[in-house]
Protein backbone atom coordinates (compact mmCIF):
# COMPACT_ATOMS: atom_id res chain seq x y z
CA UNK A 1 0.00 0.00 0.00
CA UNK A 2 0.84 3.38 -0.35
CA UNK A 3 3.02 4.88 2.34
CA UNK A 4 5.29 7.78 3.64
CA UNK A 5 9.00 7.75 5.89
CA UNK A 6 10.50 10.66 7.50
CA UNK A 7 13.35 11.05 9.34
CA UNK A 8 13.22 10.49 12.72
CA UNK A 9 13.67 13.18 15.04
CA UNK A 10 14.27 15.23 17.32
CA UNK A 11 16.40 17.45 14.72
CA UNK A 12 18.51 20.08 16.84
CA UNK A 13 19.64 22.57 15.07
CA UNK A 14 21.05 26.89 15.83
CA UNK A 15 19.76 29.26 14.82
CA UNK A 16 20.49 30.20 10.48
CA UNK A 17 21.95 26.86 10.60
CA UNK A 18 20.75 24.88 7.36
CA UNK A 19 17.55 22.28 7.48
CA UNK A 20 16.71 19.08 5.76
CA UNK A 21 14.32 16.77 6.48
CA UNK A 22 14.14 13.36 5.02
CA UNK A 23 10.99 12.25 3.33
CA UNK A 24 9.94 9.13 0.99
CA UNK A 25 6.91 7.87 -0.77
CA UNK A 26 5.87 4.25 -1.53
CA UNK A 27 2.38 4.94 -3.81
CA UNK A 28 1.18 3.79 -7.10
CA UNK A 29 0.78 5.95 -9.88
CA UNK A 30 1.45 9.36 -9.51
CA UNK A 31 0.15 10.93 -6.14
CA UNK A 32 0.38 14.92 -4.92
CA UNK A 33 2.84 15.26 -2.08
CA UNK A 34 2.52 18.02 0.94
CA UNK A 35 4.29 19.29 3.81
CA UNK A 36 2.44 20.60 6.68
CA UNK A 37 3.78 21.67 10.18
CA UNK A 38 2.07 21.77 13.53
CA UNK A 39 3.38 24.07 16.17
CA UNK A 40 2.57 23.65 19.69
CA UNK A 41 -0.32 23.29 20.56
CA UNK A 42 -2.05 23.69 17.50
CA UNK A 43 -3.51 22.03 14.55
CA UNK A 44 -1.43 21.17 10.86
CA UNK A 45 -0.89 23.55 8.78
CA UNK A 46 -0.53 23.19 4.74
CA UNK A 47 3.50 24.56 4.33
CA UNK A 48 3.51 23.51 0.72
CA UNK A 49 2.78 20.95 -2.06
CA UNK A 50 3.89 19.32 -5.70
CA UNK A 51 1.39 17.72 -7.88
CA UNK A 52 4.06 16.29 -10.40
CA UNK A 53 7.33 15.09 -10.99
CA UNK A 54 9.69 18.41 -10.96
CA UNK A 55 7.58 20.40 -9.13
CA UNK A 56 9.50 22.57 -6.82
CA UNK A 57 7.16 23.66 -3.64
CA UNK A 58 7.97 26.95 -1.27
CA UNK A 59 6.82 28.55 1.77
CA UNK A 60 7.95 30.76 4.11
CA UNK A 61 11.49 30.08 3.23
CA UNK A 62 11.01 26.28 2.99
CA UNK A 63 11.58 24.18 -0.53
CA UNK A 64 10.64 20.77 -1.35
CA UNK A 65 11.35 19.33 -4.99
CA UNK A 66 9.42 16.19 -6.44
CA UNK A 67 12.03 13.98 -7.27
CA UNK A 68 9.87 10.75 -8.62
CA UNK A 69 13.15 8.94 -9.23
CA UNK A 70 14.30 8.65 -6.17
CA UNK A 71 10.55 9.00 -4.39
CA UNK A 72 11.42 11.11 -2.44
CA UNK A 73 10.39 15.07 -1.30
CA UNK A 74 12.77 16.09 1.10
CA UNK A 75 12.45 19.46 2.87
CA UNK A 76 14.61 22.40 2.82
CA UNK A 77 15.26 25.49 4.17
CA UNK A 78 18.77 27.66 4.07
CA UNK A 79 18.61 29.07 7.62
CA UNK A 80 16.44 28.12 10.20
CA UNK A 81 14.83 30.49 13.04
CA UNK A 82 13.78 29.80 16.30
CA UNK A 83 9.90 30.58 15.43
CA UNK A 84 10.30 27.57 13.16
CA UNK A 85 10.65 24.51 15.58
CA UNK A 86 7.45 22.47 15.14
CA UNK A 87 6.77 18.79 14.11
CA UNK A 88 6.90 18.60 10.23
CA UNK A 89 4.77 15.97 8.59
CA UNK A 90 5.79 14.58 5.05
CA UNK A 91 2.09 12.96 3.27
CA UNK A 92 0.70 12.09 0.38
CA UNK A 93 -2.46 11.90 -1.74
CA UNK A 94 -3.69 8.44 -2.03
CA UNK A 95 -5.84 8.01 -5.77
CA UNK A 96 -7.93 5.61 -4.89
CA UNK A 97 -9.40 7.10 -1.92
CA UNK A 98 -8.68 10.78 -2.30
CA UNK A 99 -7.23 11.04 1.50
CA UNK A 100 -3.74 12.05 2.53
CA UNK A 101 -1.46 9.44 4.10
CA UNK A 102 0.74 11.16 6.67
CA UNK A 103 4.27 10.06 7.66
CA UNK A 104 4.97 10.16 11.74
CA UNK A 105 6.06 13.44 11.76
CA UNK A 106 9.52 14.96 12.78
CA UNK A 107 10.47 17.20 15.53
CA UNK A 108 12.83 20.08 14.47
CA UNK A 109 13.98 22.39 17.66
CA UNK A 110 15.88 25.70 16.76
CA UNK A 111 18.51 27.19 19.57
CA UNK A 112 19.33 30.93 19.53
CA UNK B 1 -11.78 33.01 4.66
CA UNK B 2 -12.73 31.26 8.39
CA UNK B 3 -10.98 28.03 8.99
CA UNK B 4 -12.81 25.25 10.54
CA UNK B 5 -14.05 25.52 13.78
CA UNK B 6 -13.44 22.08 16.46
CA UNK B 7 -14.93 22.61 20.13
CA UNK B 8 -14.07 21.55 22.22
CA UNK B 9 -9.92 22.20 22.48
CA UNK B 10 -9.62 20.12 25.17
CA UNK B 11 -11.82 17.47 27.52
CA UNK B 12 -11.02 14.87 30.36
CA UNK B 13 -13.22 12.28 30.80
CA UNK B 14 -13.28 8.84 32.83
CA UNK B 15 -13.35 5.62 30.99
CA UNK B 16 -16.49 4.09 30.32
CA UNK B 17 -17.74 7.84 29.84
CA UNK B 18 -18.66 8.86 26.38
CA UNK B 19 -17.99 12.22 24.48
CA UNK B 20 -18.66 14.47 21.73
CA UNK B 21 -16.05 16.59 19.33
CA UNK B 22 -17.62 18.63 16.88
CA UNK B 23 -16.11 20.38 13.71
CA UNK B 24 -17.47 23.15 11.39
CA UNK B 25 -15.61 22.99 8.04
CA UNK B 26 -14.42 25.79 5.57
CA UNK B 27 -17.98 26.72 3.97
CA UNK B 28 -18.19 25.27 0.65
CA UNK B 29 -15.76 22.50 1.03
CA UNK B 30 -17.59 18.80 0.58
CA UNK B 31 -15.19 16.89 1.82
CA UNK B 32 -14.87 16.26 5.73
CA UNK B 33 -12.46 14.51 7.37
CA UNK B 34 -11.92 13.44 10.86
CA UNK B 35 -8.03 12.33 11.96
CA UNK B 36 -7.14 10.61 15.25
CA UNK B 37 -3.29 11.79 16.32
CA UNK B 38 -1.78 9.61 18.83
CA UNK B 39 1.25 11.55 21.24
CA UNK B 40 4.32 10.91 18.67
CA UNK B 41 2.49 9.86 15.31
CA UNK B 42 1.04 11.02 12.63
CA UNK B 43 -3.01 11.54 12.23
CA UNK B 44 -4.90 8.20 11.30
CA UNK B 45 -7.58 8.60 9.09
CA UNK B 46 -10.79 7.82 10.92
CA UNK B 47 -13.60 8.85 8.46
CA UNK B 48 -13.91 10.46 5.14
CA UNK B 49 -17.34 12.35 4.29
CA UNK B 50 -18.61 13.64 0.73
CA UNK B 51 -21.46 15.96 1.44
CA UNK B 52 -23.26 13.88 4.07
CA UNK B 53 -22.11 10.91 2.54
CA UNK B 54 -19.85 8.56 3.85
CA UNK B 55 -16.66 7.78 1.21
CA UNK B 56 -14.32 5.92 3.48
CA UNK B 57 -15.09 4.55 7.30
CA UNK B 58 -12.74 1.43 6.97
CA UNK B 59 -10.09 2.78 9.74
CA UNK B 60 -13.20 3.51 12.49
CA UNK B 61 -13.55 1.19 15.53
CA UNK B 62 -17.58 1.00 14.93
CA UNK B 63 -17.93 -0.82 18.28
CA UNK B 64 -17.23 2.48 20.33
CA UNK B 65 -16.66 5.08 17.87
CA UNK B 66 -19.87 7.24 15.60
CA UNK B 67 -19.84 9.85 13.06
CA UNK B 68 -22.64 11.50 10.86
CA UNK B 69 -22.50 14.63 9.40
CA UNK B 70 -25.89 15.90 8.46
CA UNK B 71 -27.36 18.23 5.60
CA UNK B 72 -23.53 17.63 4.50
CA UNK B 73 -22.15 20.54 6.56
CA UNK B 74 -20.91 20.40 10.12
CA UNK B 75 -20.04 16.64 11.47
CA UNK B 76 -19.91 15.40 15.13
CA UNK B 77 -17.82 12.48 15.95
CA UNK B 78 -19.04 10.33 19.14
CA UNK B 79 -17.20 7.89 21.54
CA UNK B 80 -19.27 5.68 23.79
CA UNK B 81 -17.79 3.89 25.56
CA UNK B 82 -14.12 5.44 25.91
CA UNK B 83 -11.06 3.56 26.85
CA UNK B 84 -7.34 4.54 27.87
CA UNK B 85 -6.43 4.07 24.57
CA UNK B 86 -8.36 6.30 22.91
CA UNK B 87 -6.58 9.56 24.44
CA UNK B 88 -5.52 11.59 21.47
CA UNK B 89 -5.93 14.48 19.28
CA UNK B 90 -8.86 14.58 17.34
CA UNK B 91 -8.49 16.53 14.13
CA UNK B 92 -11.52 17.61 12.04
CA UNK B 93 -10.22 18.92 8.42
CA UNK B 94 -12.38 20.11 4.92
CA UNK B 95 -11.21 20.12 1.39
CA UNK B 96 -12.50 21.93 -1.25
CA UNK B 97 -12.14 19.23 -3.94
CA UNK B 98 -9.78 16.18 -2.74
CA UNK B 99 -6.08 15.50 -1.85
CA UNK B 100 -5.04 14.09 -4.61
CA UNK B 101 -6.16 17.09 -6.79
CA UNK B 102 -3.28 18.97 -4.87
CA UNK B 103 -5.84 20.78 -3.09
CA UNK B 104 -4.99 19.62 0.91
CA UNK B 105 -6.68 19.91 3.37
CA UNK B 106 -7.43 22.93 5.95
CA UNK B 107 -7.03 21.42 9.59
CA UNK B 108 -8.74 22.75 12.84
CA UNK B 109 -7.14 23.13 15.94
CA UNK B 110 -8.23 20.04 17.05
CA UNK B 111 -9.80 18.31 20.73
CA UNK B 112 -7.14 16.77 22.68
CA UNK B 113 -9.10 14.30 24.68
CA UNK B 114 -7.56 12.48 28.10
CA UNK B 115 -9.40 9.09 29.24
CA UNK B 116 -8.53 8.80 32.92
Known amino acids: GNSVTQMEGPVTLSEEAFLTINCTYTATGYPSLFWYVQYPGEGLQLLLKATKADDKGSNKGFEATYRKETTSFHLEKGSVQVSDSAVYFC???????????FGTGTRLQVFP | EAGVAQSPRYKIIEKRQSVAFWCNPISGHATLYWYQQILGQGPKLLIQ????????DSQLPKDRFSAERLKGVDSTLKIQPAKLEDSAVYLC??????????????FGSGTRLTVV
Open chain 2, 93 to 106: ASSLAGADRGYGYT
Open chain 1, 91 to 101: ALSDRDTDKLI
Open chain 2, 49 to 56: FQNNGVVD
